[in-house]
């Protein structure tokens, strides 16, 4: 009953009637291939910071009274024939809630929700909807900090870590473009970049959220846990490959956030399954190389959805080391929050979960589009490049909402 009352008023049933951003079919990241023109909204529950709880244990409470039951990752399950899964999204600031760090900075993007879930059900297979043929406008970019001021955010985590109060933060910028004409489009063309592992969009009252993402936050198959972190990033030429491969600074990134994976998988798996498949791989995104690692383990007994996000939440890349440390200098450095990035955004039901950490994400609320990009910051980290690997990675996305 305490349940029911606390999810009553954040729960919408049926398909989510949107004026400003019509419906398109389905195309929530990672949703099966197969089932994408003919999924049918069921049920829908939303979640802010300011409603309280446990945005875990509400998700999980939530998919299993809609029968889709996630207490039990281990337990295989087919593919049902009607209930399909469901497209499940966590803001960053819901993770760093999670993990006991709570965020103060403004939202840019209030009306985006911290925690959604929608359930699918399968219906007859639909034709696409004709495109809205108003024209499309994208204004220019406003950044909620200037280079000088990301500069020097990047000088004061310095600072911390030359104090050996940390070792490694992500810092992330935020800009705001306003918009006329159906933003859908744009946001769709995001899922069609090279190396969108998670390309897709979910939508919701007045608000939608565009994903190019890559990175796999974490993936849950036959009880097998997977995260591939990504740190490191060049240009995408033989020259940037090369600069990549024998940085030493990159390398020491990179493998301080793989250990750190591996510590947030180790709480949840069975002792000594931790493995890492591969190391440090080059692999391109859009103009970008980017260096990915694989860590697996074996799901310990009874792992259930909640644990599964309250120890992967936020993902390691985008926090840094320790966690709850490199939570708490964002939270000082970054002038408003992360909104739909550096969050996790993908699809889950029983006997598989696929979440993506919603890096190169945009998200369109009544008036804007919004963008964020950022970068792991160590002692060896010049701002000026911090600045400039910021604004190379958020390029591809403003390019490709404005239709470039």
């Known amino acids: 009953m305490a349940y029911r009352k606390s999810t009553e008023r954040m ?5 989510y009637g949107v004026e400003t951003l019509p419906q398109v079919l389905v195309d929530a990241p990672a949703a099966p291939a197969g089932c994408r023109d003919r999924l049918v909204e069921r049920a829908r529950l939303q979640w802010h910071r300011a409603d309280g709880g446990d945005p875990a244990v509400l998700a999980e409470e939530f998919l299993a009274a809609h029968g889709l039951h996630l207490r039990d990752l281990n337990r295989p399950a087919a593919h049902g024939p009607a209930v399909c899964g469901a ?4 803001s960053a600031a819901a993770g760093a809630h999670l993990a006991g760090v709570p965020t103060t900075a403004p939202e840019p993007a209030p009306t985006l929700p911290d925690l959604a879930v929608v359930v699918y059900d399968h219906g007859p297979t639909r034709a696409p909807t004709a495109p809205d043929d108003t024209p499309w406008w994208l204004g220019p970019w406003t950044e909620s900090w200037t280079p000088a001021q990301h500069a020097a955010a990047v000088d004061t985590v310095r600072a911390a870590i030359g104090r050996g109060d940390i070792y490694q933060t992500n810092l992330v910028g935020h800009a705001a473009a306003p918009y006329s004409g159906d933003p859908l489009p744009a946001l769709r063309r995001l899922g069609a970049l090279p ?3 998670y390309g897709g969009v979910l939508t ?3 608000w939608a959220i565009g994903c190019a993402s890559p990175e796999t936050l974490v993936e849950v198959h036959h009880g097998q846990i997977i995260t591939r972190p990504i740190k490191g990033t060049r240009p ?3 020259t940037g ?3 990549l491969l024998t940085s030493a600074k990159e390398r020491a990134e990179h493998i301080m956030i793989v250990d750190l994976e591996r510590n947030d998988l180790a709480r949840i798996a069975h002792t000594g399954t931790v493995t890492v498949d591969e ?3 080059v692999r391109r995104w859009c103009d970008l190389w980017q260096a990915e690692s694989t860590v697996r383990a074996q799901a310990a007994d009874g792992l259930g959805l909640a644990d599964l996000l309250r120890a992967t939440c936020p993902g390691g890349s985008v926090t840094g080391a320790p966690k709850l440390a490199a939570l708490t200098h964002i939270a000082a450095a970054e002038p408003v929050g ?5 969050g996790a955004l993908g699809w889950v039901t029983p006997g598989r979960i696929d979440l993506g950490l919603t890096i190169r994400t945009a998200a369109a609320d009544g008036h804007a589009l919004h963008t964020w990009a950022g970068g792991g910051i160590t002692w060896d980290s010049d701002p000026t490049a911090e600045v400039a690997e910021a604004a190379a990675k958020t390029a591809p996305v403003r390019a490709t909402l404005a239709g470039r």
């Open 241 to 243: 490959r090369a600069e």
């Open 279 to 281: 190391l440090f791989a």
């Open 236 to 238: 995408a030429t033989a």
């Open 195 to 197: 190396g969108a592992r």
């Open 11 to 15: 729960r919408k049933i049926g398909p």
């Open 204 to 206: 919701g009252d007045g």
């Open 87 to 90: 497209a499940l999204y966590l």
């Open 338 to 342: 992360r909104g739909a990035s550096m």
